[in-house]
């Protein structure tokens, strides 16, 4: 129905005209109580005989009399025609058929030489080979027991004759290095050469660093005595109705003149009718794709066969 606004409700959604249904005409009937082929119902129906059941008669079966396969054709024997075909191929043969050897022979037990081609090997005989008699060595040499003691402090055990004792002084070679290093020394003219290169630490010394004492603590000033407390400003003044509480006093009233706004006038066309602009773009409600495919699915048009979907 037109509103207020002089807009119909068809208006608002957006559509030209009504939009028309699947049904035409037809009443609504539930998919549960319709039944699944409404023309088996309906008229006069095909009625046969019914199933028979397969005896040994030929009842059971759609033909009067039992129709064989192979009937009317030429027997042949198959053992017949192999031996028909073995013959023929023996005719092309040349010589007389090849004759495989016998297969290898396994001995018959561990040691044995049986099915081997020449037999026992007489390098591998368990017969003791001819051995030269034993013949006993002589005696050793027969000499002086060796003598006792260890060499050091016994005379007379080595085989000559012992070293003759020389005399020589016990720190001969401390006694001519210290003489040559006098006679180093005296040849000096001053000390040792030495260079700027002595190694030192990665980082340079701490330059603050100062190994004397700490002087003494200097004494603080006392502290002067608080003669007059703090005490903080009064607090801000809350506007009551006046400015009061402001840092200027009220600003002067100017006198303005009450003048009303004139209402701006309606625009119309030739005809003395309301000018309404162009509405935007309405939206429209729209219904999920899967709902419409669920009841499109099953309808007039293929109720006897589920199985097609129509779309």
Known sequence: MPSE?????????GLFSEMEYISIGDKYVSPF????????SKNKQMLPGGNKEKAATQAGYFDPVYARI???????????????????????????????????KYPCGIGTYYGTIGGPCAYFSAQA?????????????????GKKGTG?????????????????????????FKKMSEEHHRLMKGGAFKLNLYPREYFDVNPYHDDKPLPPPKKQPPPAPVTHP??????AKKPGGMKAGTFDPYPTHSV???????????????????????????????????SLNVE????????????????
């Open 70 to 104: 192979f009937e009317g054709e030429s027997y042949l024997n198959p053992v017949q025609l192999r031996r028909r075909y073995r013959m023929a191929e023996s005719k092309k043969n040349l010589s007389k058929p090849f004759l495989p050897s016998n297969g290898e």
């Open 230 to 235: 703090f005490k903080p400003t009064s607090p």
């Open 256 to 290: 303005d003149p009450y003048i009303v706004k004139q209402a701006k006038p309606v625009t119309t066309n030739k005809q003395g009718r309301v000018f309404h602009p162009s509405p935007g773009p309405k939206s429209r409600p729209v219904r999920s794709i899967m």
């Open 129 to 145: 080979k001819d051995k030269v008699p034993y013949v006993a060595p002589g005696k050793n040499l027969y000499t002086n027991p």
């Open 33 to 40: 109580n319709r039944p699944f082929n409404e023309a088996a």
């Open 152 to 176: 050091y402090g016994y005379a007379n055990l080595t085989i000559g004759k012992p070293y003759p004792h020389s005399v020589e002084l016990y720190d001969t070679g401390r006694i001519n």
């Open 5 to 13: 606004t002089g807009k119909s409700d068809m208006e608002r959604i």
């Open 296 to 311: 499109k699915s099953l309808n007039a048009t293929n109720y006897t066969n589920p199985q097609v979907m129509s779309y």
